[in-house]
Every structure is written in C-alpha cells, then in structure tokens.
C-alpha cells in the first residue's frame, strides 16, 4: 500500500503572529522572565532555564513575548537544532530575538505536530542549506516561515503527534536510565571512600606523583592540520577526549589521562580526567599516567573528577594544570585491594552502560525511521 500524498504548504501560511515589546521600556515590573539561546537544551528540546532578570538590564534581543503552545526555532546555527515547545508554566515570558517563534493557527496547526517536524531531518537540512555566515552561520525568520511543513488535516496531525510523542517519551526513558548509569561510579566511588575532599574516612595521604608514573614526556605536540595521516584508526586525544583519528599512535595499553589546560579545568562542563585503552596519539594537552603498581587508575580518575581543581590551576585567561601542581595533589590512600573493587565495580557499571547505548543507538535509528514514515503519510 502506498504512503497517502500529503500537500506541503509554507510554514508562515499556517502561524499567528506575535506580540513584541521592550520589557525595559514597557514593564511596571522589577524582573521579567526570559528565554534566550542557552536556555533550551538542544539534547532534550527544552526550555531547561526560565530565570528572572531586572527590566533594567533588558538585553536588547529581549523583545518577543510567548504563549502557551509556540514553538521556538533557533535562527543562529540551525545545525544544532535548538528548538522546544512553550509550556503553559511559561506562558508570557520574553523570547530572544535569535528565535523564530512560531504561533500556530489552531484552526489549520497542530502545534505538537509542527514541533515534531523542526526536529525533523529535513526541516534541519534545509535550513542548513540556506544558512549564512561562516564563523556564525544563521537563517532569518523569512527562511524558517517560508519553509514547506507536510500538512494532513489537523485530526490527522493530533494523532500523528500522540504517537510521536509517546515515541519520544520512550526515547527519553531510555536516556535517563543511561544518564543514571553514568552517575552511579560516583555515586560507588562516595559509597566506598567517603568525601575525598575532607577525607572523611581517615585514609593515609599519598602525593600524586607517588602513585602514577607520568609520562608526559613521550607526547608529540602537533596541530591537526599539520598531520597528514587523518582519519587513520587511532583515536587521537586532548584535553577532553578524542578530539580525531590517526594513522599512527604513540602509546599502547591502559593509561589516565587528565587535562593539562583549558577553562574546562574550572568550568568541568566535561570529564576533564578519562582513561584511554589501545594504541593511541596524545598531543601536549593532556597529561599521561601510566600504572606504576601503586594505585589503580581508575581509583585516580574518579578522585580527580571528585575534587576541585581550582586550587591546583594557575593562570585565568588559559587555565593550566602544570605537572608540578599535578604532582603535589593529596590524595587519599586507601588499600590497594578496596581500590581495584571499586574499578571492577565500575568495569561492570560500563559494561550495562555499553549495552545501554547501543540500545539508545538502536531506538534513535528506529524514531527517525518513524519520523519519516510519520510525515509522508504512512503511519
């Protein structure tokens, strides 16, 4: 049986206008709520931030006013596809300009279904495509209307929306449960030693460097374009993770790595201690610790993700970890047997994790199956 050919009309056709204003200008209040960029998750496609600032320091983005029901598309690079659906809890807050908002007719739109459709591969593609600007790539609210949405009659959109989002609310579930997986080694980690920073179960103190061999000194410190042997099969690692692959590598086995510098060692907004396994190339922007018989690696990884490291970082324009300052860090000492416990504890935690994901991965490819059939009209 064949898909049922549905029309695609101009978004634009099918919205309401909205209502601006100057909340610094019109406002009787102190405060006003406000909606800009960073305050949707592009991974949940939500607004995950709606915090209150004084009318008197009004960005001047801050103009566009939003109801229960719009739709919010990101006009700045629409490759990320930050979008998210209004709440009725945010009913009458100020949206940034660097937002389309759109505001569906209710006689024509379902606004559940248009927000299922701007997550859609080809609504991300074509605004891609017609994006400008290369260092700040972006499309205007002319583009975003003037784009075509696949449109069934609205009983059609409810349901297609109802099985979308129950889709979705199982795509989410899954997440979660990878997400508190990912949580539970620190969770263990506190469980079996306590607070490293107060060291709250009276464990010896050991200096850093007495319990990893550093070998920082074996790194290769060269940029990705000057290499021509991209793309090889060797994970390529920096300051916070694989940042490449290469033809060849210059360790081999298990190793820590922990960021040498790089805001990331202030604002930890990701793992700024992992651990690598394998034949891998490290540039001079992590440091390299290899098993030297005295603590387990992984005990070291979780300590270091554990603590502060502030104290330890010299310089605030670019944050830096030096091997000295690296070197002098206490760390708790527990028994070298509750140590290795705890990282095949943590062994087991990444495996279902592993399973996890590939599951996650899975689902993922089965929605945007979905997804597509749903809005060619054969679901």
């Not at 199982?170 to 506190?190: C, K, P, S, T």
């Not at 210059?250 to 992992?274: C, K, M, Q, W, Y």
């Not at 206490?330 to 087991?348: A, G, L, N």
């Amino acid at each position: 049986m064949s898909p049922t050919k549905i029309k695609a009309v101009p978004i634009g056709e099918c919205v309401e206008p909205i209502q601006t204003w100057n909340p610094g200008r019109d406002s009787d209040d102190d405060t006003f709520r406000y909606i800009d960029i960073s305050s949707v998750s592009q991974d949940e496609k939500r607004i995950t931030v709606n915090g209150e600032i004084p009318t008197s320091e009004a960005p001047s983005r801050a103009r566009q006013l939003v109801c229960a029901d719009d739709v919010l598309v990101s006009t700045v690079r629409p490759n990320l596809n930050a979008v998210a659906f209004v709440p009725d809890e945010i009913e009458g807050a100020t949206a940034s300009t660097g937002f389309c908002v759109l505001r569906p007719d209710q006689n024509r739109l379902s606004g559940r279904y248009l927000f299922h459709w701007v997550q859609s591969p080809s609504f991300v593609a074509d605004m891609v495509k017609q994006a400008t600007g290369q260092s700040y790539p972006a499309v205007s609210d002319k583009i975003v209307k003037q784009s075509k949405i696949p449109l069934p009659p609205l009983d059609e959109q409810k349901r297609i929306a109802a099985i979308l989002d129950q889709a979705d609310a199982l795509r989410r579930l899954r997440q979660r449960a990878f997400d508190r997986l990912n949580e539970l080694g620190q969770a263990v980690f506190y469980e079996m030693f306590g607070d490293p920073v107060s060291n709250s179960k009276g464990w010896p103190i050991r200096k850093f460097e007495t319990l990893a061999r550093n070998e920082d000194g074996r790194r290769i410190p060269v940029k990705l374009a000057d290499r021509e042997d991209m793309g090889g099969e060797f994970p390529y690692y920096g300051a916070s993770g694989i940042i490449d692959f290469v033809d060849n590598f210059i360790f081999e086995g298990t190793h820590l790595l922990i960021g040498e510098d790089g805001a990331n060692l202030i604002a930890r907004s990701s793992p700024v201690a992992f651990m690598a396994d394998g034949k891998f190339w490290v540039n001079n922007h992590a440091h390299v610790l290899s098993y030297n018989n005295e603590a387990d690696l992984r005990y070291l990884e979780f300590f270091i993700e554990s603590i502060d490291l502030k104290k330890y970082v010299s310089g605030s324009a670019q944050p830096k970890l030096t091997q000295k300052n690296l070197n002098n860090i206490e760390v708790p000492y527990p028994p070298i047997d509750k140590q290795q416990e705890f990282s095949s504890r943590i062994r087991e935690i990444e495996q279902a994790m592993s399973s996890l994901r590939r599951s996650i991965t899975l689902f993922e490819l089965l929605f945007a199956s979905f997804q597509h059939r749903a809005f060619r009209g054969d679901l």
